[in-house]
């Protein structure tokens, strides 16, 4: 796992271990004893070839969070680890024998559909970015296509909604992904015998305005939550 240090990679890590014999990756030396006698650190920066293909040999499957996640960053801050980055993580995980790619996209890709209020949205529409951010990750996607047709790489990508505890405003009520439905989302993710797809990363959100139907179909994700059950203290007595 990429980025194991982040927001999401910090919520998923004890959902996936002793589950999986995981290898936790971050450019900083930030992290901790791994969870398990099985697991293992390494280090090593997405815009060194050498150190993504450190990372990735000998694995079955590689869950890639880390990127520059920020929708104000400039083209210069996304550049190395969204668009260089993700080259080197599909070109060492090809050159590895990795089966899988489980990468972690965002809503962003499509976020002047949400912007316009555009919805519902499907995982099918063209891409409608509404950053340099959503711009490099739709070029994640894109890749990922490629790396699956061309060879027969698994590419699983999930345009994450808003990964938090709880929801915090409506906007993040329509997005939320609970940390148990992140982790059910990317265990199915890693269980597909599913070649390539992209599939919207959300709860299951009374006021979602995201098709999640190709997960459920494709994946069998079945999502537990609803962020409906903050209404009332969110948006009080006119929710």
Same mark, same amino acid.
């Given at each position: 796992?990429?980025? !194991?240090?982040?927001?999401?990679?910090?919520?998923?890590?004890?959902?996936?271990?002793?589950?999986?014999?995981?290898?936790? %990756?971050?450019?900083?030396?930030?992290?901790?004893?791994?969870?398990?006698?099985?697991?293992?650190?390494?280090?090593?920066?997405?815009?060194?070839?050498?150190?993504?293909?450190?990372?990735?040999?000998?694995?079955?499957?590689?869950? %890639?969070?880390?990127?520059?996640?920020?929708?104000?960053?400039?083209? &210069? &801050?996304?550049?190395?680890?969204?668009?260089?980055?993700?080259? %080197?993580?599909?070109?060492?995980?090809?050159?590895?024998?990795?089966?899988?790619?489980?990468?972690?996209? +965002?809503?962003?890709? +499509?976020?002047?559909?949400?912007?316009?209020? !555009?919805?519902?949205?499907?995982? *099918?529409?063209?891409?409608?970015?509404?950053?340099?951010?959503?711009?490099?990750?739709?070029?994640?996607?894109?890749?990922?296509?490629?790396?699956?047709?061309?060879?027969?790489?698994?590419?699983?990508?999930?345009?994450?909604?808003?990964?938090?505890?709880?929801?915090? *405003? &409506?906007?993040?009520?329509?997005?939320?992904?609970?940390?148990?439905?992140?982790?059910?989302?990317?265990?199915?993710?890693?269980?597909?015998?599913?070649? /390539?797809?992209?599939?919207?990363?959300?709860?299951?959100?009374?006021?979602?305005?995201?098709?999640?139907?190709?997960?459920?179909?494709?994946?069998?994700?079945?999502?537990?939550? *609803?962020?409906?059950? /903050?209404? %009332? &203290?969110?948006?009080?007595?006119?929710?």
């Amino acid at each position: 796992m990429t980025g !194991a240090t982040g927001g999401v990679g910090r919520m998923l890590v004890p959902a996936l271990a002793g589950r999986y014999r995981l290898r936790l %990756h971050d450019r900083a030396d930030t992290l901790a004893a791994p969870p398990g006698d099985r697991d293992m650190v390494v280090n090593g920066d997405l815009e060194r070839f050498a150190d993504v293909a450190a990372t990735v040999a000998g694995a079955d499957a590689v869950v %890639h969070l880390a990127a520059q996640a920020s929708p104000e960053a400039s083209w &210069e &801050e996304v550049d190395g680890p969204n668009i260089t980055g993700a080259f %080197h993580l599909f070109e060492a995980s090809r050159r590895a024998g990795v089966r899988k790619v489980v990468f972690a996209s +965002t809503n962003h890709v +499509t976020g002047m559909y949400d912007r316009d209020r !555009a919805w519902p949205l499907r995982p *099918d529409q063209p891409v409608r970015p509404d950053s340099l951010y959503g711009v490099s990750k739709a070029f994640g996607e894109a890749l990922g296509r490629y790396y699956a047709d061309a060879f027969g790489l698994h590419v699983l990508c999930l345009r994450l909604g808003s990964v938090l505890e709880r929801p915090l *405003d &409506e906007e993040t009520m329509r997005k939320w992904l609970s940390p148990r439905d992140l982790a059910q989302l990317v265990t199915r993710c890693l269980q597909s015998e599913q070649r /390539f797809g992209i599939y919207y990363g959300v709860s299951a959100n009374t006021r979602g305005r995201w098709d999640i139907t190709n997960a459920r179909r494709e994946l069998g994700y079945a999502p537990q939550d *609803d962020s409906e059950a /903050f209404a %009332h &203290e969110i948006l009080g007595g006119g929710s």
